[in-house]
């Protein structure tokens, strides 16, 4: 099971200037600003789990990382976030 990123609107700052976690993403295109809300979001398509932005996030923690099923490629959000996956593993293949 591999885990995705996800933004709580209520935490986040990027309208207040705080985009770490869009500057830090490894993974071109995977963590945007929303341009109504001014918040970041995830396309959680393109997210490969590796944390970086959650690190990056730590002072306000929104953003947490949540496993996805891997038979039907839905976020489980009531779960534990499984393994985080190396830098390697995130961006084999």
């Not at 985009?19 to 959680?44: F, H, N, Q, S, W």
Request: proline share 3%; glycine share 8%.
């Amino acid at each position: 099971m591999y885990n995705v990123a996800l933004v709580e609107d209520s935490k986040c700052i990027a309208e207040k200037g705080c985009r770490l976690c869009i500057m830090y993403c490894p993974e071109a295109d995977t963590i945007m600003l929303d341009a109504g809300t001014k918040k970041a979001i995830v396309i959680v398509d393109r997210c490969k789990g590796c944390d970086l932005c959650l690190v990056v996030c730590s002072t306000h923690n929104a953003i947490t990382m949540h496993p996805v099923d891997p038979a039907t490629g839905k976020i489980v959000l009531e779960s534990e976030a499984g393994e985080t996956a190396g830098l390697g593993q995130a961006y084999a293949g």
